[in-house]
């Protein structure tokens, strides 16, 4: 059996791998629904935001360095809303199927449930069938279907919300 993967909070050092991989997922798919790769300025930006506001970025390192990363924050601005947040998960484009994803997405529900989060939500393109069946084992259930909300690669885009309890209701 192999090892079980490292997941540790993202430093500095990380963002180039970080940012690597979310830039290959910009150019590759619509899992993100951005059209231009960022900078490493723009992700130190969104990590220190996140860790301004408490909330926690993830990586899973192996041997060559960053092999994903997972990250949560608030679903929308409003006060009523602050008990809900939404993740984002992503791995390099070779350490797929190999439970990186999973791991990473596991370890943000203890860290969720301390700051008190009661639904976890994900925003999964409807195309993407393999994260959305990987949400369904990490026990999200799809809650609603927004068609043509989003626009990449000259076709509308149905974006999939599930959703996920953090604590009994
Ligand atoms: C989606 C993603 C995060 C999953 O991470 P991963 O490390 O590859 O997934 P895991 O190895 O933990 O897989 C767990 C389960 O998810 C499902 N799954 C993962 N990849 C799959 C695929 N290509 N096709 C179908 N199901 C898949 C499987 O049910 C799998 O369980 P199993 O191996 O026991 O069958 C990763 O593939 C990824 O980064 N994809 C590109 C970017 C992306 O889509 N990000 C998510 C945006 S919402």
Redesign the pocket.
């Known amino acids: 059996m192999s090892a079980p993967p490292l997941i540790a909070d993202a430093t500095e050092a990380d963002l180039p791998g970080l940012l690597a991989?979310y830039n290959q997922?910009i150019a590759t798919?619509t899992?993100?629904y951005s059209y231009d790769p960022v900078t490493l300025e723009d992700r130190r930006s969104w990590w220190r935001a996140r860790l301004a506001q408490g909330y926690p970025v993830l990586v899973a390192r192996d041997a060559d360095g960053v092999a994903?990363f997972s990250s949560f924050g608030d679903f929308r601005a409003w006060p009523g809303y602050r008990f809900t947040v939404e993740h984002?998960?992503?791995?390099?484009?070779d350490?797929?199927?190999?439970?990186?994803?999973?791991?990473?997405?596991q370890a943000l529900f203890p860290r969720a449930r301390a700051l008190g989060k009661h639904v976890m939500i994900?925003?999964?393109?409807a195309a993407?069938?393999?994260?959305i069946?990987?949400?369904?084992?990490?026990g999200f259930t799809q809650a609603a279907l927004l068609r043509e909300v989003g626009f990449k690669f000259d076709r509308w885009l149905d974006l999939v919300f599930m959703q996920r309890m953090l604590s009994p209701p």
Request: hydrophobic share 45%; glycine share 14%.
């Open positions: 991989i997922v798919s899992a993100v994903g984002t998960v992503h791995v390099r484009s350490g797929r199927s190999r439970g990186l994803g999973t791991a990473l997405v994900a925003g999964v393109d993407n069938a393999a994260s069946r990987f949400h369904e084992r990490l």
